[in-house]
């Protein structure tokens, strides 16, 4: 059974950085895609950021592209997420996710994923 564990969350001012680690087990995770997603109160869960898992590609979304960075350590089979000149309106739950790659990671990005971790909490404050 694939398990994602997010951590790093917390609170940061604007212009701040964080960093996002997914530990991920359960299995080998070769043809398999890795992505984060964020949810603030009040809205629907949006695509944030997304790895294949063996290759390297990756998506974001406009609204962080410039800013994030995703990135896995095949050794630590963990996914982080760099998060730099943050704004308020990151402030969000911050969700990894995984699923197999059956199709390019940017149209992946709008479809459900079928592995989930707990989440951890990003707040910007301004």
């Known amino acids: 059974q694939v398990q994602l564990v997010e951590s790093g969350g917390g609170l940061v001012q604007a212009g701040g950085s964080l960093r996002l680690s997914c530990a991920a087990s359960g299995r080998t995770f070769g043809g398999y895609a890795m992505g984060w997603f964020r949810q603030a109160p009040g809205k629907e869960r949006e695509f944030v950021a997304a790895?294949?898992?063996?290759?390297?590609?990756?998506h974001y979304a406009d609204s962080v592209k410039g800013r994030f960075t995703i990135s896995r350590d095949k050794a630590k089979n963990t996914v982080l997420l760099q998060m730099n000149s943050l704004k308020p309106e990151d402030t969000a739950g911050y969700y990894c996710?995984?699923?197999?790659?059956?199709?390019?990671?940017?149209?992946?990005?709008?479809?459900?994923?079928?592995?989930w971790g707990q989440g951890t909490q990003v707040t910007v404050s301004s």
């Open positions: 996710a995984s699923d197999v790659a059956r199709l390019p990671i940017a149209t992946m990005a709008a479809l459900q994923w079928d592995y």
């Open positions: 790895i294949t898992w063996s290759g390297g590609s990756t």
